[in-house]
């Protein structure tokens, strides 16, 4: 035994018994997946998938197709969601900084003013009119031990991308995978799509947003994306040249109208 440690260690760390109970492993592997505290440890289900190929025998050589196309199945669909997961969890921060973004904008003065000319012309006996929240309210705190849905948010994205950012590539039998790269990807197919809603386009009313409240929700958005660098090494000036070069183009990569097409649509009907 003392001669064949290095065999041992491998014998005895063995997982491939979770290619004959794909459905358990997967339940697992969401339930990971839903508890936070979890995430960071959620990257050893895509690299168990690797030890599927210790399942085969030169005995039967007919499992061995269907044991390999089952690992580069599960460790794709487990990369997917992880990625999924991640992609959400940046779409909600991004939604949210684009409402905190809006209500900077001069179009709300309107209503500071208003209230401002009332406090001036109502008598001592009326009632005190409750002003809205002023932006940057949100970011007064009176104890850090009560968590915001933001913090929560940036907790949850920190541990998911913690095991996304594990490993750079994982080996299931003869291919390389690449978990950045699913996140890559979808982070490039969401910030597609949130350009065109951005745009906020009604075919019926030919109501359109304005370039400058269009251009603000966009920085608040890339900004957001910037940040995620920070948890993850990928690079996301490729994303923003990926999906910006497409929007001055009528037609993205999905065949989907982009931010130019729909722009010139809106100038058709209103002229």
């Not at 001669?3 to 491939?16: A, N, P, Q």
């Not at 992880?82 to 991004?94: G, H, L, R, V, Y």
């Not at 996301?236 to 929007?247: A, E, K």
Request: glycine share 2%; with cysteine; aromatic share 8%.
């Amino acid at each position: 035994m003392v001669d064949y440690l290095d065999e041992m260690v491998v014998e005895t760390s063995d997982l491939s018994i979770f290619c004959f109970y794909s459905k358990i492993f997967e339940e697992q592997f969401h339930m990971c997946l839903e508890f936070p505290a979890q995430n960071r440890y959620i990257v050893a289900f895509p690299l168990i998938c690797g030890h599927f190929i210790n399942c085969t025998h030169e005995l039967c050589p007919e499992e061995r197709h269907h044991i390999r196309d089952r690992s580069l199945a599960v460790v794709s669909l487990f990369l997917d969601e992880m990625s999924k997961e991640a992609k959400n969890i940046i779409t909600t921060i991004c939604d949210e900084q684009c409402i905190l973004s809006d209500k900077l904008l001069p179009k709300h003065c309107a209503q500071q003013l208003a209230l401002t000319v009332s406090k001036k012309k109502r008598d001592k006996k009326n009632k005190i009119i409750q002003e809205p929240d002023k932006p940057g309210t949100e970011s007064y705190r009176k104890t850090r031990e009560d968590l915001t849905t933001m913090d929560k948010l940036h907790m949850a994205l920190t541990e998911l991308c913690f095991a996304i950012n594990y490993c750079s590539t994982i080996h299931v039998w003869e291919y390389v995978f690449a978990p950045r790269e699913y996140l890559t990807q979808h982070l490039e197919a969401r910030f597609n799509k949130s350009l065109v809603g951005m745009m906020m386009y009604n075919p019926e009313t030919n109501e359109i947003a304005k370039p400058s409240e269009l251009l603000t929700s966009v920085q608040a958005y890339m900004s957001v994306l910037q940040s995620v660098e920070n948890y993850v090494h990928i690079d996301i000036t490729r994303v923003f040249n990926n999906v910006l070069l497409q929007q001055t183009q009528s037609q993205d990569s999905h065949g989907e109208k982009t931010i130019a097409e729909i722009g010139r649509a809106s100038c058709r009907e209103r002229v």
